[in-house]
């Protein structure tokens, strides 16, 4: 079963602002329905599935707390160089894919677009 947010991160000043947007319930409520009526094993999975996707935010919240309080606690250090950037760029996206945030095939065109830029 997939998730899909929307996540738009905007920086104002030294603050980070993150706006949060989930989908796909329409399936989810869809399932629920012909499950109550013909299917109720599918009820259980559906019960599941959308407390998991109530979940994400919070947890999408989580991640990007963590990750910006590493950024402001790592040293300050020099420039890296460019395959350094874009090794530690690849490494971030692949932590997002592991936790579930991106699907492959978004991990895949992200991917994709880093190394074209790189």
Request: aromatic residues 6%.
């Amino acid at each position: 079963m997939s998730t899909a947010l929307n996540i738009v991160l905007a920086q104002a000043g030294d603050n980070l602002n993150v706006e949060i947007g989930a989908g796909q319930w329409l399936d989810k409520v869809a399932g629920g329905t012909v499950g109550m009526l013909l299917l109720w094993p599918l009820a259980v999975t559906t019960v599941i599935g959308s407390w998991n996707q109530s979940q994400m935010p919070a947890k999408v919240f989580n991640f990007i707390g963590n990750f910006v309080g590493q950024q402001k606690a790592a040293p300050k250090t020099q420039a890296a160089a460019p395959e350094d950037d874009l090794i530690s760029k690849l490494e971030r996206l692949s932590a997002l894919r592991e936790k579930g945030i991106l699907t492959e095939e978004e991990f895949q065109a992200q991917k994709a677009k880093i190394l074209a830029e790189g």
